[in-house]
């Protein structure tokens, strides 16, 4: 059983649920529009102040408003005038449009170079931090890259389909021959 706030998710609404639900999976999908348009994908009534908050949120305001055309950029069919962790964070900035009560990140930095990445991971633990415009969020990760995850409140590591190990960082490190220290120890190599 799948359960939110200890209640079966089948007892919801289902396009309740789904608005509650923000997702950024592992190829964003961006429409050859501008920038502001990919933002307000589904929330097309958003004021210049609230895109400009997600923006911020998803650590993108910067980039954006040093481009000549601002929001107003037009990014090219499937974002090609972007780099992978733009799109990523303009993904990130549409999902939190939404102020969703859950984030779902599916593989979200696994394409990313390492930069790119640590600006991913770091808007979204900013948005841990403070939430989503002030509105705690829970913030669901899938990742094999483990720096995507490390300062997770709880980890849950699978094997084969199957939960193998649950805790902190620092819980399942110290396991010395569990399944998610072997991995890390493995990518701390790299």
Do not use: W
């Not at 050859?32 to 908050?53: F, K, L, P, Q, V």
């Not at 633990?125 to 720096?147: C, D, P, Y």
Request: charged share 25%.
């Amino acid at each position: 059983m799948i359960s939110i706030d200890g209640r079966d998710i089948t007892e919801y609404n289902l396009r309740n649920l789904r608005k509650q639900i923000g997702l950024v999976q592992q190829e964003p999908l961006l429409f050859s529009g501008s920038i502001r348009d990919n933002i307000c994908y589904g929330n097309e009534t958003a004021s210049e102040s609230e895109i400009i908050e997600v923006s911020k949120e998803a650590n993108i305001h910067e980039f954006v408003s040093n481009l000549p055309e601002g929001y107003d950029t037009v990014v090219g069919e499937k974002g090609c005038q972007l780099s992978g962790g733009q799109k990523q964070r303009i993904a990130i900035a549409r999902s939190l449009l939404k102020r969703p009560a859950i984030m779902l990140l599916d593989e979200a930095t696994s394409a990313l170079d390492a930069e790119s990445e640590r600006a991913v991971v770091s808007a979204m633990e900013s948005i841990n931090r403070s939430g989503v415009g002030g509105v705690q969020t829970t913030q669901i990760t899938v990742a094999h890259r483990l720096s995507t995850v490390v300062h997770s409140d709880t980890i849950v590591v699978m094997e084969k389909g199957r939960v193998v190990e649950m805790g902190t960082h620092s819980d399942l490190v110290a396991v010395t021959q569990g399944v998610y220290s072997r991995f890390y120890r493995i990518q701390s190599m790299k």
